[in-house]
Structures are given as C-alpha cells and as structure tokens.
C-alpha cells in the first residue's frame, strides 16, 4: 500500500555541520519522490525531486539519495543554516495528477 | 516573485456552516490542488483540478466538498456543511505542468470549525 513515512520526529544539528534526514517508503513501485519544507506559519515548500532512474540528484545544499533496494530515501543538507530550520517532508507522488502522498514530518532545529 | 495567495488566513465557524475558502494561483498556472493539514500531521491530498475539471480527489473529498474556479482566477474551496474533523488548514497549491512534484503551495487558511 502507499506509506511513506520518516525515522525519527527530531534532529538537532550545530550550525555548518551536514544535516542528513531520513526517510522509508513501502510501495516498490514507488517511482517519484519529492522533499518539501515547511517554515513555521508557512505553507510546503518544495526543495528536491528524484525519479526512480536516479539514485542521487544535487541541488544547492541539498542533495537527495534513493536506495530503491531498501526503499530508502534521504536529504542530505551541508553547511546547514539557521534558515534551514523547519519541518522536512519526504513525499512520493502516487498519482497521475501530482496526487503527493506526504510523510510524517521531521523538524529540523539548527543550533547556533 | 509570484506567490499563490489564500483568503482568508483563519476562519472560526460554527458546526453545519457553509464554508468557502479562497485561493489566487500563479497567473501561468494551469493545475490546482488542494491539500489540508491536521495540527501537528501529515499534510493530505484532497483534489486536483484542471481545465475546470476535477482531476482526482481523496477519499477525504466527499460530496460536502466542493471546488471551482469561477472567473479564471479564483480558485475556491467549498465546505458544504462543516463537521469538527474539517478543523485544519487548508493549503492551495499550483502547478504548470502536469504529473509534477514541485507543486507552489500557498501560505494556508486555518479552519477551526467549533
């Protein structure tokens, strides 16, 4: 059935370390996933997108890895930023008509 | 540059009222959807729409729900008949392709349906 969904609810990271967030996906016919960004008060942003013939795709900062062995798919942020603090969706798309199946959120709190 | 913009930001009604949530796209946008959000959940799909037609609609987009964009700029968001569970916010979002992941969401109306 559709379940994306993330590890862990929280991640702390020291300003300009490398943020690595995870998260599992369960249909292996999944074959578009997308990370959004969420800032308090505001609505998803999008950050990064992957389709299934790729296994990693760079963005700025960010960088998105898929394991479809594993049904595994990771945003990896460097230099992470005080602005980078938000909650972080992975999300796969499940329809034809851009139907986004999105996963729990994970908040991501850079420290200074 | 462009944003997609929602009306209003929050909205109190009482249980049964009727509900219309507002929503401008991106002037060059063709595909629409709308999403909600429970407090502290998962952000839910509930209807694409183009070429003023629905696309698909969730499980969760029952017949009290109801969309249409009236004057090609508007993009609106009917509640029919509120229950306490429509209690969310509610995002608008865009798109100028089809079958896209990058979808523009707009900031969101929060719905508290006493």
């Known amino acids: 059935g559709e379940s994306v969904g993330l590890h862990l609810p929280t991640l702390s990271v020291q300003e300009g370390d490398n943020s690595i967030i995870n998260c599992a996906y369960s249909n292996s016919a999944s074959d578009y996933f997308i990370w959004y960004k969420q800032e308090s008060g505001k609505g998803p942003q999008f950050i990064i997108d992957i389709r299934s013939n790729m296994d990693k795709r760079q963005g700025q900062r960010v960088t998105v890895l898929l394991n479809k062995t594993v049904k595994h798919l990771s945003l990896q942020i460097a230099a992470t930023q005080p602005g980078d603090s938000a909650v972080y969706f992975c999300?796969?798309?499940?329809?034809?008509?851009?139907?986004?199946?999105f996963g729990k959120g994970i908040t991501l709190s850079v420290r200074p | 540059e462009p944003e997609v913009t929602q009306t209003p930001s929050h909205q109190v009604t009482q249980m049964g009222q009727e509900v219309i949530l507002r929503c401008v796209p991106i002037?060059?946008?063709?595909?629409f959807y709308w999403y909600r959000q429970i407090l502290g959940q998962k952000v839910e799909f509930l209807v694409s729409?183009?070429?003023?037609?629905?696309?698909?609609k969730s499980e969760i987009f029952d017949d009290q729900f109801s969309v249409e964009r009236p004057d090609g700029s508007n993009f609106t968001l009917k509640i029919r008949s509120t229950k306490l569970e429509d209690s969310a916010m509610y995002f608008c979002a865009g798109s100028g392709t089809e079958n896209t992941g990058e979808l523009f969401f707009g900031e969101g109306s929060r719905l508290t349906v006493l």
């Open positions: 729409f183009y070429n003023n037609e629905i696309s698909e």
């Open positions: 999300a796969e798309n499940t329809g034809a008509n851009s139907k986004l199946t």
């Open positions: 002037s060059n946008h063709l595909y």
